[in-house]
């Protein structure tokens, strides 16, 4: 009888267990549609709002400032927010001053675009390939931030993408999966270990870590490092720095004070300093 109430809590400690860490997968894979106010007109900019479908039938809502230029800047924003963000206003605000195309979107599962589920940089690049095919023109270049900055490094093996910014991308996806599930939810980062196969079944996802990538690129690119970033830290993008350029001799690492995508922040002139001259080196 005491075994049987003892199996009997201990199941039920397992079930409520499993309960919960499915509830964080689904709030990893699900987060909240982050829609703002500001537009490109707010810096004296005309706009158009557009509609891209991606290969997988999702609509993926965003703007395009159209310049009649070559040359057309991609933005692409981080987990959890969207267009509407901090840091992507501030680079837009930037570019106002250059004769640049912009088109700025909401990844699927983001702000007004379509889509259930995140996969945090996976299947993201299927919504850029989307755009670009629509967008591009003879001179292009991506900037992302953490999840936009994973996709910004893959962008690089696309034929029309000619460089690319990566602030604060996360390296190693399970190492920033853990450190996230303590950044947002204040959660013990052991958890991501039972979260992760609940959040691989919701959205399919197969999971990215970057420094597969450092064997690849070979084209320009600028990854943007925080010491103060809880989320990536400097030694990891340091180490897809040291292994890219050895095949790539236009890869530039820059290190700063800033937290996560908070480098606008803490340098803001530095910062629009530094992206403005690497976009505009391998763009002329």
């Known amino acids: 009888m005491v075994w049987e109430i003892i199996i009997g809590v201990a199941v039920s400690i397992a079930i409520i267990f499993f309960v919960f860490v499915a509830y964080i997968a689904y709030r990893m894979a699900k987060p909240p549609r982050e829609v703002g106010k500001w537009t490109p007109k707010d810096y004296g900019m005309e706009y158009e709002d557009f509609v891209v479908e991606n290969e ?24 959890t927010v969207s267009r509407w963000t901090f840091y992507i206003e501030k680079i837009v605000k930037f570019l106002s001053e250059k004769d640049y195309n912009i088109v700025v979107f909401d990844f699927r599962a983001h702000g007004e675009s379509e889509g259930k589920y995140t996969t945090v940089g996976d299947r993201e690049i299927n919504d850029l390939k989307a755009v670009v095919e629509k967008f591009a023109t003879k001179k292009n270049c991506v900037v992302g931030y953490s999840m936009g900055g994973i996709t910004a490094i893959r962008s690089l093996t696309l034929p029309e993408i000619s460089c690319a910014i990566a602030d604060s991308p996360p390296i190693y996806m399970d190492r920033t999966g853990k450190r996230g599930l303590k950044y947002f939810a204040n959660l013990p980062e052991w958890l991501y270990w039972f979260a992760k196969p609940f959040f691989s079944m919701l959205t399919k996802s197969r999971g990215i870590d970057v420094m597969n990538y450092a064997d690849i690129i070979k084209k320009p690119l600028l990854i943007i490092a925080g010491k103060n970033d809880p989320l990536v830290r400097v030694e990891e993008a340091q180490e897809f720095y040291e292994k890219n350029k050895k095949i790539n ?10 937290a996560h995508v908070r480098t606008v922040k803490v340098d803001e002139e530095g910062y629009k300093n530094r992206v403005l001259e690497f976009i505009e080196k391998y763009t002329g």
């Open 249 to 258: 001799e236009n890869v530039e690492l820059w290190v700063t004070e800033g």
């Open 56 to 79: 997988e039938g999702l609509k993926l809502k965003g703007w395009y400032v159209n310049r009649n230029s070559e040359k057309t800047i991609f933005l692409l924003h981080g987990y």
